[in-house]
T-cell receptor, first 113, second 111 residues
């Protein structure tokens, strides 16, 4: 069964450093998303991406964040200068658009020291 | 901003008992989703509810949607330990591009 994959599973970085989180969505999906979940809290929307551009973004997704689909398979989230409060689990999701059902990857745990 | 609230936040229930988790949301939406999350794991899709009155069942779980009341329920029948997890509802605000997740209900089924 096709699934969303994410790498790395755990990333530790120093405050102020740039990180890139990678995702490979399900191959025939057209819609891509990033969410984050701070430990013990609910899942929060960051950004959605369709047709090679951002469709929607939340207030969390400020100038420090960017997304890219550099080739036909990868979807990346970049945080330019990490802050302590960026520590969270980051989930990538993808969907076909039908009923907007979204399928989530296993997540990348980001720890900012 | 669309608000999605679940209750209870924590639920400890005995095996073989029944219980209902409630998901209320603050704006019009015809689409609601239920996910399960095990500790340290990702979100597993359980149900997709796409219209008023929709009811779906899988095993011991049954989900329903009342769009007029802006309410969805997840009913657990004869709970078993394997159902222990956190359950999230998520609402699509009809923009088609983002989900608003509920606060989550942490369910523990005890023998």
């Amino acid at each position: 069964e096709p699934e969303v994959t994410q790498t790395p599973s755990h990333q530790v970085t120093q405050m102020g450093q740039e990180v890139i989180l990678r995702c490979v969505p399900i191959s025939n999906h057209l819609y891509f998303y990033w969410y984050r979940q701070i430990l013990g809290q609910k899942v929060e929307f960051l950004v959605s991406f369709y047709n090679n551009e951002i469709s929607e973004k939340s207030e969390i997704f400020d100038d420090q964040f960017s997304v890219e689909r550099p080739d036909g398979s990868n979807f990346t989230l970049k945080i330019r200068s990490t802050k302590l409060e960026d520590s969270a689990m980051y989930f990538c999701a993808s969907g076909q658009g039908d009923y907007n059902e979204q399928f989530f990857g296993p997540g990348t745990r980001l720890t900012v020291l | 901003e669309l608000k999605v609230e679940q209750n209870p936040l924590f639920l400890s229930m005995q095996e073989e008992k029944n219980y209902t988790i409630y998901c209320n949301y603050s704006t019009t939406s015809d689409r609601l989703y239920w996910y399960r999350q095990d500790p340290g794991k990702s979100l597993e899709s359980l149900f997709v509810l796409l219209s008023n009155g929709a009811v779906k069942q899988e095993g011991r779980l049954m989900a329903s949607l009342d769009t007029k009341a802006r309410l969805s329920t997840l009913h657990i029948t004869a709970a078993v330990h394997d159902l222990s997890a956190t359950y999230f509802c998520a609402v699509d605000a009809n923009t088609g591009n983002q989900f608003y997740f509920g606060t989550g209900t942490s369910l523990t089924v005890i023998p």
